[in-house]
């Protein structure tokens, strides 16, 4: 996988695929449908115009759904969008990362050209909730709380983890229980949004974790170690960052015991990095709100009014959603500034759709890498 320069003509690569191509800086970058093997695959190429080689990147992110062609256009030296044809809009919009930071990040780890498939969201949903604290704490009993009286509100980030399952815990619902070479292959293809060492295993929330949870339209919940708020802090998603703290060490001690969950070794391994945790809640800009966890009811009465506080982005999707719901399938047409013109597929039109549609990307929003939200989508007067 990854760069190299490769044999083959501009001819050669038509034969091939049903291709586009979009000409960003020196390069053209070329993208389209491999019929050649039985798994067909969305293959992207890129041509050096100045030496006129060919690379192969390594593609990171899940791809689009295969249809039979699609349009693309620059949207800036970051990111092309593509719009896939023969599917309804909400499903057609995707952009190909070729120069985001993300791309950058992951450019410089692997030492070779990279570029990364996002799906192209309208609107831009909730900001995600970070939910911090040693262990034993009680983030767990909070959350699930909050998931029982809100079950239409809020969805939990279900994590990766190499540690054993605990009596009465099921694989995808609390964690997804996996080998330690898997999930390390999967952070090396750059599917997480963050990864730690917690207590001896490996923890990570995939970025599928959140966004699965996002695109239903609920607000996603993380409960996760400081270093991985640190690194969630530290990436595109814009979420909000919550410390629960004991009332003091000694009542830690006790939950944790209580609990019956870990061995001897396990809990004065945990109540070790608690320490190290409680002293990290107060890194300036790393958290937005600290909770203790004294009265259990208090607590969650105090997270609610907390989360009810931010939430000033909620409904503000709905001006947006009702064209991205068109069934119909949209081709591009051109691009002003940082709208651009969509116009029914021919077929469409025959079959009533008439509206032209001008898709927004000025207000593009974080999301974690997998998914640019902030699409805005308005119709324009029949032509
Ligand atoms: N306010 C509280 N008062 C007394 N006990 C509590 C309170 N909150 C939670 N507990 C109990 O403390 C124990 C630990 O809680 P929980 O498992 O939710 O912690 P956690 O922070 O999720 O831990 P971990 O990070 O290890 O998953 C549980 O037995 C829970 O019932
Ligand atoms: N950085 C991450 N930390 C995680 C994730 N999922 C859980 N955790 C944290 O691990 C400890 C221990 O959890 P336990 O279930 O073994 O008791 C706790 O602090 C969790 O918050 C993750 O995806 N990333």
């Known amino acids: 996988m990854g760069e190299e320069a490769v044999e083959f003509s501009v001819e050669k690569v038509a034969e091939d695929c049903k291709q586009s191509t979009v000409d960003v800086g020196d390069r053209t970058y070329v993208i389209g449908r491999s019929d050649d093997d039985s798994k067909s695959s969305i293959i992207i190429k890129i041509l050096e115009k100045l030496t006129q080689t060919w690379v192969v990147p390594t593609v990171l992110g ?15 030296d970051e990111k092309i969008l593509i719009i896939e044809k023969g599917v309804p809009l909400n499903e057609s919009i995707w952009f190909l ?39 034993g704490v009680g983030k767990g009993t909070l959350i699930a709380k909050l998931m029982k009286d809100y079950p239409s509100k809020f969805g939990f980030s279900v994590s990766h983890t190499t540690r054993s399952p605990r009596e009465k815990e099921i694989d995808g619902v609390h964690y997804h229980f996996t080998e330690r070479s898997k999930i390390e292959k999967d952070i090396s293809e750059g599917k997480f949004l963050e990864f730690a060492h917690v207590h001896g295993n490996i923890y990570g929330t995939s970025i599928e974790a ?68 409680l002293d990290q809640s107060n ?44 069934t119909a399938s949209f081709c591009i047409v051109s691009k002003h500034d940082s709208e651009i013109l969509l116009q029914p597929e021919p077929n469409e039109a025959k079959n009533g759709a008439t509206s032209l549609l001008a898709l927004d990307l000025s207000s593009l929003s974080g999301g974690a890498p997998g998914r640019t939200r902030g699409l805005k989508i308005r119709s324009i007067n029949s032509f």
């Open 283 to 326: 890194s300036p800009g790393l958290f937005d709100h600290l909770l203790v966890n004294d009265d259990l009811e208090t607590c969650y009465e105090n997270l609610k009014q907390l989360l009810s506080l931010d939430d000033d982005q909620e409904d503000s999707d709905d001006l947006f959603i009702k064209d991205g719901k068109q």
């Open 62 to 76: 899940t791809q689009p759904t295969l249809t039979e062609s699609q349009s693309a256009i620059p949207v800036n």
């Open 97 to 135: 990362e070729i120069d985001t930071p993300f791309v950058k990040q992951q450019r410089k780890i692997k030492g070779t050209e990279v570029v990364s498939w996002s799906k192209g969201v309208i609107g831009v949903g909730q900001k995600p909730v970070v939910i911090s604290g040693p262990s």
């Open 210 to 277: 959140v966004e699965s949870v996002t695109d239903e339209g609920k607000r996603c919940i993380l409960d996760i170690d400081v270093q991985g708020a640190r690194s969630v802090r530290a990436s595109s998603l814009e979420a909000i960052f919550i410390f629960v703290c004991p009332p003091s060490f000694e009542e830690l001690e006790k939950r944790l015991r209580a609990r019956g969950t870990e061995t001897e070794e396990q809990i004065q391994k945990r109540l070790r990095n608690a320490r190290a945790e």
